[in-house]
């Protein structure tokens, strides 16, 4: 099970945010982030905790191994804005998604 | 370019079927495991269910094991997710996705725009 913290945030432009994700048991370094637009499919950010995918923006970074994992956004823009999804890999069945975590305009 | 277009979902009667197909192109659809994920309306992600790329393994999430099969014909580089004994809470987008890399390590790097099924009387 994955546990994300806050549910919702709200944030200005050029701000600093982190989201939290805790896992139910040791998950190693076998977590990932997506983040979601309204009305589009889910996108990798982040795998193993944190590599950033190609196009990626380098304010975007990732932390954490064994239970405890956090996505940060530096100098939030406005193409930030949108719902962050932690994941892990490490079992192969279920795979489990955070309940993710709404990052709203201020 | 990797493109993943799925089809099938409409509107259903709860204890109906339904077939959803993902049709992928611009990779080499039988090197890659895929996976079925869903999201109901206003809520988080699920994982549904997955496949291997050749040997035939699959998976489900409790919530649909069962009910739900799914499938693939690397011939025709089509993944499907046959859906029976439908439920109201079934009501979703269904998105296909790849995995990145390894059956092992599932992460998903390409995804489809969705279909939405809807269970319903």
């Known amino acids: 099970q994955m546990t994300q913290s806050p549910s919702s945030l709200s944030a200005s432009v050029g701000d600093r945010v982190t989201i939290t994700c805790r896992a139910s048991?040791?998950?190693?370094?076998?977590l990932n982030w997506y983040q979601q637009k309204p009305g589009k499919a889910p996108k990798l950010l982040i795998d193993s905790v944190s590599n950033l995918q190609s196009g990626v923006p380098s304010r975007f970074s990732g932390s954490g191994s064994g239970t405890d994992f956090t996505l940060s956004i530096s100098d939030l823009q406005p193409e930030d804005f949108a719902t962050y999804y932690c994941q892990q890999s490490y079992t192969t069945s279920p795979i489990t998604f955070g309940q993710g975590t709404r990052l709203e305009i201020k | 370019e990797v493109r993943l277009l799925e089809s099938g979902g409409t509107l259903v009667q709860p204890g109906g079927s339904l077939r959803l197909s993902c049709a992928a192109s611009?990779?080499?659809?039988?090197?890659?495991?895929m996976a079925w994920v869903r999201q109901a309306p206003g809520e988080g992600l699920e994982w549904v269910s997955s496949?291997?790329?050749?040997?035939?393994?699959?998976s489900y999430a409790d919530s649909v094991k069962g009910r739900f099969t799914i499938s693939r014909d690397n011939n025709k580089n089509k993944l499907f997710l046959q859906m029976n004994s439908l439920r109201v809470e079934d009501t979703a987008v269904y998105y296909c996705a790849t995995y990145s890399a390894s059956w092992h390590v599932p992460e998903f790097d390409y995804w489809g725009q969705g279909t939405l099924a809807i269970v319903s009387s």
């Open positions: 048991q040791n998950i190693l370094t076998y």
């Open positions: 496949i291997s790329a050749t040997d035939g393994t699959t």
């Open positions: 611009g990779f080499t659809f039988g090197n890659y495991a």
